[in-house]
């Protein structure tokens, strides 16, 4: 992108749009990096919290975003807790390896509360969430099928019908 600004004769205009590729480039670098993160002084940590503020102050900007403040808030929700996980468990004197984080797991939850036992309903109360709570929970195997697209796959548990 940087290429083609320079070709144009005012490619003044593309700032912003080659900021934005930059800070998510750095993000995107940042979580596949699978070297561990051991003190709270790496400085991906420092990396993690400039991007962070970056879409902080890409929200507040005046003008047409393209990303909708859900998504805004995604990003920030994402670096955040990101952030908590790795002084939690810097705190506990273990590693992180930012690569190998995965949310497979609690995607597939959310996923089973929403297709399997909450159909059409967008907003439940609270007794139907926990009555589907307890329906997923009570109802998983011991051990799922791994994605093929995270190198592990899981052989289902195989169960005895009576």
Avoid at 40 to 57: C, G, M, Q, V, W
Avoid at 108 to 124: D, M
């Amino acid at each position: 992108m940087q290429i083609y600004q320079q070709s144009l004769k005012d490619g003044k205009h593309l700032n912003a749009v080659i900021a934005l590729l930059e800070q998510t480039s750095r993000l995107i670098s940042t979580f596949n990096n699978k070297k561990s993160i051991k003190t709270k002084a790496d400085p991906r940590l420092n990396t993690l919290k400039e991007i962070s503020s970056y879409f902080a102050t890409f929200g507040s900007q005046p003008g047409k975003n393209s990303f909708t403040k859900q998504c805004l808030q995604d990003l920030q929700c994402c670096i955040t807790g990101t952030l908590e996980l790795i002084d939690r468990i810097l705190s506990r004197g273990e590693v992180v390896n930012l690569g190998y984080i995965n949310s497979d797991v609690v995607e597939n939850h959310f996923c089973q509360v929403r297709t399997l036992y909450n159909g059409a309903n967008n907003n439940p109360n609270y007794y139907t969430y926990r009555y589907i709570q307890n329906s997923v929970v009570i109802t998983q195997p011991k051990s799922l099928p791994g994605k093929r697209n995270a190198s592990t796959y899981l052989s289902p548990a195989k169960r005895k019908l009576c």
